[in-house]
């Protein structure tokens, strides 16, 4: 039986639709106009989400579904728009604007280090071998129905490989700024760690303009690969306006001895939904995820991690923690899945929230599916509100009660944030996430 659509829903879709298929119209690539018109197939048959779904039961899209967003080319960005959100730290600058990437607010990829290349997806769509992958990837997206709108608009991003045996010390720091109203930054990126490889990647997802009515859209895929011995840290910082809409699917391959490092912070955007699926392949493989949200106001904050051990001496660790205020929502799933024979793993995952006021909700469901017997598995999740001993024994030491709020609440939500072993994107995240809740909370 076909699946049926509310009115909001079949225009929505519909409006999508039209614009994959404007797409395809100015498309050279067969291969790309077939990949699209593959995802555009399976997107019309499932459809969005609804709060009737399982996995959506606590992420609200009725806002997303009344604004139809356009997809617009790239606009005109100044240097100093964006010196603010640049960090201060030394990286590579890359700068996308819109979805697209910006060649003159990047810094010259033809000086990258040796062992280093970074392309434009937009470049690489024109080449039949490389659009053929994705078509042989393109079923591990099929359950996600914002994977599948990034595949029917694929239109830019960005393909960045480390070769064998090369160690990159500098950080990558791509920028993704939103500068149109009402506009999707439809963003396709690979990622790909060769062996013995090692490299850190910083991601922030910015507005330029603060304005109740400015509302844009951000929508990522990025598959990741990590080869044998290889060593790929990353870094993402979600804080677009509260006004905007952010989804961001990754799937990550993990080979034999590799380690794989992940740190995400959420503080912005209306409806945010930011997921990784990890797939351990190999032997002896090292996974850490983590994470930091804070949300207010009507502010959903959605956080997700698939974490699935296939063979031996597997070891993921995972910390989620996040403070609520106002009538914000955070949701928290987590799954770890242990293959039979994927004996001597070690899978740790907690989750730990911190509700600021009474009307603040959290919803959270970790889970362990194990089919070994010889593993070391656990998980927990814990909410609650501030103790007031906790506030008293501070007051009781001269500390004003709003700033004593202020530093539990802090220290609660920086734990995570220890996980970063880059000292200098340590401190930058510290900084963002302080700021924020002074602002809010000062």
Excluded at 324 to 344: C, P, S, T, W
Aim: hydrophobic share 35%.
């Amino acid at each position: 039986m076909a699946k049926k659509f509310s009115p909001a829903i079949q225009s929505a879709m519909q409006h999508y639709a039209q614009l994959s298929e404007d797409l395809n119209k100015v498309c050279d690539n067969p291969k790309l106009v077939e990949l699209r018109q593959q995802a555009l197939k399976q997107f019309m048959q499932t459809g969005f989400p609804t709060r009737r779904d399982e996995n959506w039961g606590y992420t609200n899209l009725t806002g997303f579904m009344q604004t139809h967003f356009k997809l617009e080319g790239l606009s005109q960005v100044a240097m100093s728009d964006i010196a603010a959100f640049l960090p201060t730290y030394p990286a590579t600058r890359i700068v996308m604007v819109d979805g697209w990437f910006s060649e003159d607010l990047s810094d010259d990829l033809a000086g990258l280090s040796n062992g280093l290349s970074l392309e434009t997806a937009s470049d690489l769509f024109e080449i039949q071998d490389y659009v053929e992958s994705m078509l042989r990837q393109q079923d591990a997206m099929t359950s996600e129905p914002f994977a599948l709108l990034n595949t029917l608009l694929m239109n830019d991003g960005f393909n960045l490989q480390v070769s064998k045996n090369t160690a990159i010390e500098m950080p990558i720091f791509v920028l993704h700024v939103q500068t149109q109203n009402q506009h999707i930054s439809n963003l396709r990126n690979r990622v790909v760690v060769e062996e013995n490889a090692e490299i850190t990647l910083v991601q922030s997802f910015v507005s330029l303009s603060d304005a109740s009515e400015f509302v844009s859209m951000t929508n990522v895929v990025t598959e990741i690969d990590i080869a044998e011995n290889a060593r790929f840290k990353q870094v993402i910082m979600q804080q677009q306006n509260e006004q905007s809409y952010y989804f961001n699917n990754q799937f990550i391959k993990q080979h034999s001895n590799s380690t794989f490092n992940t740190f995400y912070t959420g503080v912005g955007s209306l409806t945010s939904r930011h997921q990784n699926y990890v797939e351990m392949s190999g032997d002896h493989i090292e996974t850490s995820q983590n994470s930091a949200c804070y949300a207010t106001d009507n502010q959903t904050v959605d956080s997700r991690t698939y974490t699935g051990h296939n063979q031996l001496h597997g070891n993921s660790q995972q910390l989620h923690k996040y403070v609520l205020d106002g009538e914000a929502v955070g949701v928290f799933n987590g799954m770890i899945k242990v293959a039979r024979g994927a004996q001597k793993t070690d899978g740790q995952m907690d989750n730990k929230n911190l509700l600021l006021s009474k009307t603040a909700k959290m919803d959270c469901k970790p889970q362990l599916e194990i089919y070994a017997d010889d593993v070391k598995c656990s998980h927990g999740s814990a909410t609650g509100q501030i103790a007031a001993d906790q506030i008293f024994y501070l007051q009781a030491r001269g500390i004003k009660r709003p700033q004593a709020i202020q530093m539990i609440t802090e220290a609660f939500l920086l734990e995570p944030v220890e996980t970063i072993n880059h000292p200098d994107i340590r401190d930058w995240i510290t900084g963002i996430l302080s700021s924020k809740l002074n602002t809010n909370n000062g």
